[in-house]
């Protein structure tokens, strides 16, 4: 299985004005690591059909992982999947996908730390205040103490989620974060691009 790769972890959510191709292909040449497909409004033949030419655009320079469906990210021939606490469990997705896949899991708190140990990586948040997910039930913001002490529980790596921003995303890279995930500050950004490198570069630094 490919190893999470340190850097930005760019999440194309199905809300943004522009195309999930032209937000992946934006995020792929500003340098994320990895991208995430989280197009929960599409149906599973449109979402495949994304992801496959997502997959042709990431061409080895990023990882993509689909939002919720292992199915799908089989099919597109994808690197992997991302779950959230209500999805499969990892464990299905494993039978689904294999063992050369990567899997992901949403985490925010401790007890969902430790039962994610097993899964390839676990995403923790939020870690800042957020408007990405309105409506959902997400707990306070955890601050980047609360991520140092996530990173220092957990055995796989760990992706900070929630509020990051070009100017936050070096804190979380030295509380321990192998990646910093955006949703809103990438794809609503007036150039996605180029906030991508901007957010690369910080973690960097």
């Known amino acids: 299985m490919p190893p999470l790769p340190a850097g930005v972890y760019a999440i194309v959510d199905g809300s943004a004005a522009r195309s999930p191709l032209d937000l992946v292909g934006a995020f792929v040449q500003g340098g994320a690591a990895v991208v995430q497909l989280r197009l929960k409004n599409v149906g599973a033949g449109e979402l495949l059909k994304v992801a496959r030419e997502a997959r042709k655009l990431c061409g080895g320079r990023a990882l993509l992982l689909v939002n919720d469906r292992p199915d799908v990210a089989r099919l597109a021939e994808a690197d992997g999947v991302h779950l959230g606490q209500g999805d499969l469990p990892w464990q299905a997705a494993r039978a689904i996908l294999g063992p050369s896949a990567l899997i992901g899991v949403s985490t925010h708190s401790d007890a969902e730390i430790d039962a994610a140990q097993d899964a390839d990586y676990i995403g923790f948040g939020p870690i800042f205040l957020t408007a990405s997910k309105p409506g959902a039930p997400l707990p306070a913001p955890h601050g980047v103490d609360g991520l140092r002490r996530a990173v220092e529980r957990s055995r796989v790596p760990v ?29 609503h950004a007036a150039d996605p691009e180029a906030a991508t490198r901007a957010m690369a570069q910080a973690f960097a630094r």
């Open 159 to 187: 992706v900070a989620i929630g509020g990051i921003t070009a100017a936050t995303a070096g804190e979380a890279a030295r509380a321990g974060a192998r990646c910093v995930a955006a949703i809103a500050e990438l794809c």
